[in-house]
């Protein structure tokens, strides 16, 4: 797996911690099916790179998201899992991160090429034994339409041209509370997730994330990172580094008005500044 720079002012410990937790939140997707095949056979595709930034906890150091990367069968998910529950003393970073290795083997017993995120995420979900509750966001590619499945505040974006033309939408009960898989009476099943189809171009740039990324960068701030990323030429993992980034920056400024801090004021709770939580991003170029 490649790490994107971190950033200078890290020390040599920080820097060591994060490629560990990194590590332990990707979930790799392996098989002895050819990659090349699997490219060749599709007019578009994906190429998908990925960075997480944990939030500090002594006692839960990988924290709660997970994600993960299927070069070959063009497939990419992420899961956070619901910090809710740590009051119950439940870690739901271990139902996020089952949740997503699950995922991965339904993905390898889909049929070739023709991944299905909805049925992924049944599979998944009832393989998932873990204690508390997760969204989720699983996305593939499939010719020229992306497919997906969200439940949740995680999801996705899709950039064109500079600008983004297209959010995945949030499911959530009230300000804060997303909906979320889980084993629990009163958490959600799969059959309430949305599924979706978008058309996509080659050129297009799919920014995937937990609601770390989407809570502390607005579209706009988005939008200009990737400009700039392309302009330099880096690769999606390097971008995905980038945005995570600045999301961690935002998420400590306690005076900006952040995309939390405004869902916040419509909802009639007062919050300034960003929200600490853990980051997870991926960033997928589509390419021919």
Request: include cysteine.
């Amino acid at each position: 797996m490649s790490v994107a720079y971190i950033p200078h002012v890290w020390s040599s410990e920080t820097y060591n911690h994060h490629l560990q937790v990194i590590s332990s939140s990707l979930q790799y997707c392996s098989s002895s099916r050819p990659i090349l095949r699997d490219i060749s056979e599709r007019s578009l595709r994906l190429v998908s790179g990925s960075f997480y930034l944990p939030k500090e906890s002594k006692t839960h150091p990988k924290g709660q998201d997970s994600h993960f990367i299927c070069e070959e069968e063009q497939t990419i998910g992420v899961a956070d899992g619901v910090g809710g529950w740590i009051k119950h003393g439940i870690d739901s970073g271990e139902y996020s991160r089952e949740l997503m290795f699950n995922s991965v083997l339904a993905v390898k017993t889909q049929p070739h090429a023709i991944v299905d995120p909805e049925n992924v995420l049944n599979s998944a979900y009832l393989n998932t034994k873990a204690e508390g509750a997760s969204t989720a966001c699983i996305i593939t590619l499939r010719h020229q339409v992306l497919h997906a499945v969200n439940i949740g505040d995680s999801g996705f974006r899709i950039y064109r041209g500079g600008k983004c033309i297209y959010r995945s939408p949030v499911q959530q009960r009230g300000f804060n509370c997303p909906y979320q898989l889980g084993n629990a009476t009163k958490c959600d099943s799969p059959n309430l997730a949305e599924v979706l189809e978008v058309p996509t171009e080659d050129g297009d740039i799919v920014v995937a994330g937990t609601d770390g990324l989407f809570d502390n960068m607005f579209d706009s701030e988005i939008e200009e990172q990737l400009k700039k990323g392309i302009e330099d030429g880096l690769e999606a993992h390097q971008m995905a580094c980038n945005l995570a980034d600045l999301a961690l920056y935002n998420s400590f400024d306690r005076y900006t008005l952040s995309p939390f801090a405004m869902e916040a004021q419509k909802a009639g709770v007062k919050h300034q500044g960003g929200k600490i939580d853990d980051i997870t991003v991926i960033v997928a170029y589509i390419v021919s």
